[in-house]
């Protein structure tokens, strides 16, 4: 138990070092936390933040914004700041479970290519098979891939999902192969592996534990790019029916097809100011937990402040760096990419 | 090392041998695609067409898997793209297309290049300090900007306040002079004809800005972590010592060597870019295939135009494996470190 309180709290120093670096990583997180909480409130005990239920009318048709509805109505009396409240917590969650089932399918993959990439044996052909076609499905830009998807299997939450999930998992695969390749050859590696731990343990244990937290950083980021595809596809017109699902992107796509944007703008601009700001709050926290974890700028961060003190378990990090750093020295496009992306 | 004209050679036939994989996966990704749609492709590809072409059609479908690739090869090769349901041929319409979308493009890439690169310098000169953290707002604001919103703010609200115009690539409809390349500006240029040239590079403006803005992070972000990465080298710092202004160690000798790393922002952003002309040209009457994409997937509740769609998402992706190879082949050339053979 104590054990297990010490390790939270180390944690939460480490949280607070992280967000403490770059004042704007402090913003989004604060931001996220909100957006959360209110998704939460939403989910549960909706009517603490607003007084109409989803797809409920007003008597109040075509306001504009005012202390009453702040981001205004539409034709059917429908308040938009409602609706964008409703929408949250269904994006959130169209969101989280294409950027996970892509972290958990794409992942796994990344890792067998990685971790057994010896030419000639069972694992050195099936990495090379993954990815060959993980190469093929990057090539297209995701958007578009999703469209033509979007297109074939009609409309609704579902197909949506599998839609953009069908383009999302690659760019899974090829993180954590790269960081897969990066630590597989670490001294920590190469000593469990003397001391006779299996294969799978090794997997599972050590380098799985290692890879998660560039790709944590990612997934931070990755909330947003989904939402922004997402409603890409609802404003293309292939998302799903709103007013009866709440969905941001089919919404701004209901009141754009309606030709309100001109004469009722707010209807248009609510729930695109919900999706900015949800995007940009992950973003700005997913960014600065990058800057945080790249190398790169850690040294530059530690020079600035002036803090270099130099214990041994930072002088070991330090060389940890150095040698993941040459181990990803980009010799060409592709590493390079994927060393940055 | 191998950096000899003869060299050279070997190093871009490699990559183009290496390209046939990847276009005969693209290939069989469409050709999975023309399969996917549904239960019955042919009713849901021509709902309106007469016997004879169902039974052809039907006809086709019942051929072995492997017959039938091979025919839909044979036919992109010469070609023959398939058609709308009102019989429009797809080919000719996305080769009209292509130059338009190929101007928008290069047009954002450049804004991209003028207006990103030189943020990511001040980015990664006042590391950590406010100049840093506008850059990065800057940046990430346009990330989290859905496309079509930053598209139809552009052009609903600020077109009118600059004066700018938001649809179309001229004024009038038909330019008095011969169109050679199908890019407004550049035949505009070719013809020189000045006032026509400034219609031309007005109408660009708006549909250019908006696709630059919203992919304008990737290219700061990796100009500012590569020169991070640069700055405390020694050979900055004796530029430094040797008494050159601030600016000239900076631009002239830091970024030339951080911009070799930049060169893959090419192939990182063609998805991005190219993805991004389906709504931008949509919503500014752009004559290009993202247009036509928009249409032929459907978008605005329209009839979609299965054959169009797969042609065009396949062009796409041709795209990005071009920008890929040419951001690789630039990568070699510029970075002594590359061994050629």
């Known amino acids: 138990m104590a054990e297990r309180a010490r390790r939270i709290g180390r944690s939460a120093i480490l949280l607070w070092r992280v ?41 109040d048709y075509h306001q504009s914004p005012s202390w009453h509805h702040l981001f205004g109505t539409d034709g059917n009396g429908l308040d ?70 979007a297109v074939s299997l009609g409309r609704g939450v579902w197909q949506l999902v599998v839609a953009v999930l069908l383009t999302w998992w690659p760019f899974y695969v090829r993180l954590v192969r790269g960081e897969t390749l990066a ?22 244990r ?3 534990r290692n890879v998660l937290e560039p790709v944590i950083v990612y997934f931070t980021l990755d909330i947003g790019t989904v939402l922004v595809t997402l409603s890409t596809i609802g404003y293309v017109g292939l998302g799903v029916n709103y007013p009866t699902t709440p969905e941001w992107g089919s919404m701004i796509s209901y009141y754009q097809g309606a030709g309100l944007i001109t004469s009722y703008p707010w209807t248009v601009l609510g729930p695109g100011l ?25 040294r530059v961060l530690a020079g600035n402040a002036g803090r270099s003190s130099t214990s041994p378990a930072e002088q070991e990090e330090a060389a940890e760096e150095v040698q993941q750093e040459v181990l990803e020295l980009p010799t060409n496009v592709p590493a390079a990419q994927e060393a940055l992306s | 090392m191998g950096r000899s004209p003869s060299d050279l050679a070997v190093f871009v036939g490699k990559r183009l041998v290496q390209l046939i994989p990847v276009l005969i996966g693209i290939t069989i990704l469409t050709f999975v695609f023309t399969h996917l749609s549904a239960v019955n492709p042919c009713a849901q590809w021509f709902p309106h067409a007469d016997k004879t072409t169902l039974a052809n059609c039907q006809h086709q479908f019942n051929q072995p898997l492997v017959t039938q690739y091979l025919q839909y090869v ?89 004066g700018l115009p938001s649809h179309g690539e001229y004024t009038g409809l038909v330019p008095p002079f011969k169109q050679y390349t199908h890019m407004s500006v550049v035949d505009a240029l070719l013809a020189g ?30 100009t500012r972590s590569s020169m991070l990465e640069v ?30 790393t930049t060169t893959t922002v090419l192939g990182v952003t063609a998805g991005g870019l190219l993805a991004g002309t389906v709504v931008i040209e949509k919503v500014f009457g752009w004559p290009g295939i993202g247009a036509y994409a928009y249409t032929a997937i459907g978008g605005g509740g329209a009839a979609p135009n299965f054959d169009g769609a797969v042609a065009v998402v396949a062009v796409f992706a041709v795209g990005v494996v071009v920008a890929n190879l040419i951001a690789d082949i630039l990568y070699g050339l510029l970075d002594p470190r590359v061994d050629w053979r």
């Open chain 1, 19 to 59: 967000l403490r670096a770059n004042p704007l990583t402090l913003v989004g997180f604060v931001i996220v936390v909100l957006i959360a909480g209110t998704a939460v409130i939403m989910v549960s005990v909706p009517h603490l933040l607003t007084s109409y239920g989803v797809d409920q009318g007003t008597v």
């Open chain 1, 80 to 149: 938009i700041f409602s609706m964008v409240l409703y929408g949250l917590p269904v994006d959130l969650a169209i969101a989280f479970a294409i950027a996970g089932v892509a972290l958990l399918g794409g992942g796994a993959l990344g890792l067998i290519a990685g971790f057994w990439d010896r030419p000639g044996t069972a694992g050195g052909i099936a990495s090379v098979v993954i990815m060959r076609i993980t190469d093929i499905f990057l090539s297209f830009p995701s958007l578009i891939l999703a469209l033509a998807i």
């Open chain 1, 183 to 204: 630590v597989k050859h670490l001294p920590y590696v190469m000593a469990a592996r003397a001391a006779g731990v299996t294969e799978g343990r090794i997997v599972l």
């Open chain 1, 206 to 208: 050590h380098v799985v």
């Open chain 1, 274 to 298: 919900a999706i900015f700001i949800t995007v940009l709050a992950f973003s700005l926290l997913g960014d600065g937990l990058r800057d945080v974890l790249d190398p790169r700028s850690r």
């Open chain 2, 74 to 162: 044979n036919n992109l090769l010469h070609g023959n793209w398939g058609a709308s349901v009102s019989a429009v041929a797809v080919y000719p319409q996305i080769a009209a297309g292509l130059p338009a979308t190929l101007e928008l493009v290069f047009a954002a890439l450049f804004l991209m290049i003028v207006i990103g690169i030189p943020l990511g310098v001040i980015a990664a000169q006042s590391s950590g300090r406010w100049p840093d953290h506008l850059v990065r707002i800057f940046y990430l604001s346009g990330w989290a900007t859905p496309t079509y919103l930053g598209a139809v703010i552009a052009a609903i609200f600020i077109a009118p306040y600059l």
């Open chain 2, 193 to 222: 004809n000045l006032p026509w040239t400034v219609d031309a590079i007005s109408h660009l403006i708006l549909p250019a800005t908006t696709l630059a803005f919203i992919n304008m992070g990737i290219a700061t972000r990796m």
């Open chain 2, 231 to 260: 700055i405390p080298l020694d050979y900055v710092k004796s530029a430094r010592m040797k008494g050159l202004s601030e600016f000239w160690v900076l631009y002239k000798h830091a970024l030339r060597n951080s911009l070799i």
